[in-house]
């Protein structure tokens, strides 16, 4: 019975994994299949068969399941479905060729309540003969039904009632339980020892705390960002106010050229001069990007509406300096002449104060390769002790070495004499092991061998069943209705119509639409040349600003440099002569080091590169110049260049 009870809860098992929406029947059987090949060929073919049969069938047996919940098995759970299922094929289609002997050993295996309250529902000849009959005839043809399943259950009706009642008999009759007459255990007392009494613990000394260090003064000071924030703000406002009072000055004088006499507004600051270490100018080759003036930039219609509104301002208000000139307005030449002077002493005590923070980095530079120099004396010398103290280690341990490689050499042939002999029989016993499996191997391969075609065979026979079911169940049924387009439906309602009518309305009025789409873009068409015609004299009136003011720029341009010129190189003064002096003195002692020593001295610079350096390096600082002026003018934009060219 255990074997019995073994094969059906493997069946219930796949069964409840069988999903028929997602699920093939074929697929599901052949996976089944494959993780059941560590059974024995017959469960093997015992499941196997149920299985199927139940798939094959699951239109009867969901009918007479389904309907034993709903009458008489309301107080079943639903985790026993797939066990009803199994009995109910079993009874219904598999009853004559197992034998009533065997199919009484396969129901005695699982629980007798829910056989024999299952069994009485299925066995009921009322049942029988009414709605199981009438349902299962909607599936398959009546008379068929009535031969092959209704008739056998009939005939088997009174031994399976019979068996019924035994079933329930032997259920009734199990003794209870007997009650055990053992005495009652009576709980005692455990014989625990008296606790000692605890002794008073020694007060522990509290331990000195650190003292804490204060709060520091930055707690209570405004963060450095914020003071960097407001000096920034500062200095953005006297910047603004300088390009408020140089725009007020030079207010539309691009159109008229301006002489070389006239004054005109320094810069308040130069772009930060350019210092690069010598030996990174001959490592590698720096190549700076030169901005191209003649690059084409193409504007939007805002930006042309933009540009033409600002001309036009600036036109107004050169017209309104002018009325307040012959007013007799004054003018702010002293005050420029007397700014221009003031920011020419301050840019030579800037490229001064420059010049002594190189001398003193070339200086540092001097001290620290006499320092290096110091320390690779001294690190050569440890290096030496270093290197006669490993000599002597490696020799020592080259001779413990060779003792250790004989001692092991001469205990290794002491263990391969002892194994030889152990070698010689482990062989032996393993090819006798391993014929022996071998053979088994053989044997069982030819038994699966044979199970697995009969399997397969039946298989492939049940499966051509199922197709051809299945292609009589799925045979079109011509299901169609003629529809006169041209017809009122007549349902009583305003407006109604014929769909060729409906048809024909809608294409007039698709029509009407199309002409109001037309006139509706000529009138889009026209706008837009209008507007293309008022951005082509905007941008003419446009180009011819720019072109003055590319001028006038080109103008102040050369004056501008002419000063430049004028400046010349920073005065030398005292600090830095003793400097370059202290810098000699630096290196011809460094130099005179490197020939006392073995030290190799730092690669200096010749004349000849350093010379190609500083005019390079004087090239690349001009044109950086150049750039960042060109910048600094008002109206010297991408636009002003487009202008110009």
Known sequence: MAYYGKCIETVMKHLDRFQPKKDSPEQFLEAVADSLQTLSPQKQAFIMEILSGCLEYRKLLTIVVDAFYVREGRLCLRADYSLF???????????????????????????????????????????????????????????????????????????????????????????????????????????????????????????????????????????????????????????????????????????????????????????????????????????????????????????????????????????????????????????????????????????????????????????????????????????????????????RCAERRLQEEKSMKELVEQVIETQKNVKVAQTELRKSRRRIAQEVTEENRELLQRSAEAAKEEQKRRCDLVSQLRALESQPTRRGKLVDLTQIPGHGLEGEMSVVELRERLALLKETRRRQEEERRDQIIQGQRAKSRELRDTLERVALCRAAMGRSAALRWEEKKARWAAAGAPSQDERVLELQRRIQEKAAERRARAASGHVPAPRAVRPKQRAQLEAQRRLELERSRERWLRAQQPGCGPARRLGAA
Request: charged share 30%; net charge positive.
């Open 85 to 395: 299922e199994v009995i109910c094929y079993l009874a219904t289609f598999q009853l004559e060729e197992l034998g009533f002997q065997l199919f009484c050993d396969v129901l005695r295996s699982q629980p007798v309540h829910k056989v024999c309250k299952f069994l009485g529902f299925l066995f009921n000849p009322l049942n029988l003969s009414s709605w199981i009959k009438d349902e299962w005839s909607l599936v398959y043809e009546t008379s068929h039904v009535k031969e092959n399943w209704i008739d056998p259950l009939m005939r088997w009706q009174p031994e399976v009632q019979e068996l019924i009642d035994q079933l329930q008999g032997e259920l009734t009759s199990q003794p209870s339980p007997p009650k055990s007459k053992a005495k009652v255990t009576e709980p005692k007392e455990f014989s625990l020892t008296t606790p000692r009494p605890r002794a008073i613990p020694v007060p522990e000394l509290v331990p000195k705390v650190a003292k804490t260090r204060p709060v520091p003064r930055s707690t209570y000071q405004p963060p450095k960002e914020q003071r960097l924030l407001e000096m920034t703000k500062r200095y953005n406002r006297w910047k603004a106010e300088e390009l408020l009072l140089r725009a007020n000055i030079e207010e539309l004088r691009c159109a008229v050229p301006r002489s070389r006499g006239e004054p005109q507004l320094q810069d308040s600051k130069k772009k930060p001069r350019l210092r690069l270490p010598p030996r990174i100018l001959k490592s590698q080759k720096l190549t700076f990007y030169t901005p191209n003036d003649n690059a084409p930039v193409k504007l939007n219609t805002a930006a042309i509406l933009r540009e033409g509104a600002l001309y036009q301002r600036q036109v107004e208000k050169e017209l309104q300096r002018v009325d307040r000139l012959v007013d007799g307005a004054g003018d702010f030449s002293e005050f420029l002449e007397w700014q221009r002077r003031m920011q020419a002493k301050d840019r030579e005590e800037q490229l001064a104060a420059g010049e002594v923070r190189r001398l003193r980095g070339k200086l540092s530079h001097e001290e620290a390769a006499l320092a290096r120099q110091q320390v690779a004396q001294e690190k050569r010398r440890t290096a030496e002790l270093k290197k006669e103290e490993t000599a002597e280690l490696m020799q």
